[in-house]
Nanobody, 128 residues
């Protein structure tokens, strides 16, 4: 049974950083694309980042480009990390990692409709 477990959320001041992790169970992350979505209070689910099966050409939404970095954790098998720097109040949301189709080998698409499964999420709060 597949399961995605997100961790690393918390509260931080504007300008701060957080590192989210997504550990997969029951699915080999080398066989699928993987990405992150978020749902801010009162807003729709938003796809924000993805990484393809071969790790190349990661994708980022304009809202996080230059501040967030997605990567596969070289030290922990089947884990993907989202490094979030220069956090803004508007980044406050529940963050989910999600599975993308296996055909995303070299490039990925983080649009919400592309995700086939996501985890329970972790809360990120940015406030002063």
């Amino acid at each position: 049974q597949r399961q995605l477990v997100e961790s690393g959320g918390g509260s931080v001041q504007p300008g701060g950083s957080l590192r989210l992790s997504c550990e997969a169970h029951g699915v080999n992350l080398e066989d699928v694309g993987i990405g992150w979505l978020r749902r801010a209070p009162g807003k729709q689910l938003e796809g924000i980042s993805c990484i393809s099966r071969n790790g190349g050409n990661p994708g980022y939404a304009d809202s996080v480009k230059g501040r967030f970095t997605i990567s596969r954790d070289n030290n922990k098998k089947n884990t993907v990390v989202l490094q979030m720097d220069s956090l803004k109040v508007e980044d406050t949301a529940v963050y989910y990692c999600g599975i993308l189709p296996s055909h995303m080998f070299e490039r990925c698409d983080f649009a919400v409709d592309e995700y086939t499964y996501w985890g329970q999420g972790t809360q990120v709060t940015v406030s002063s």
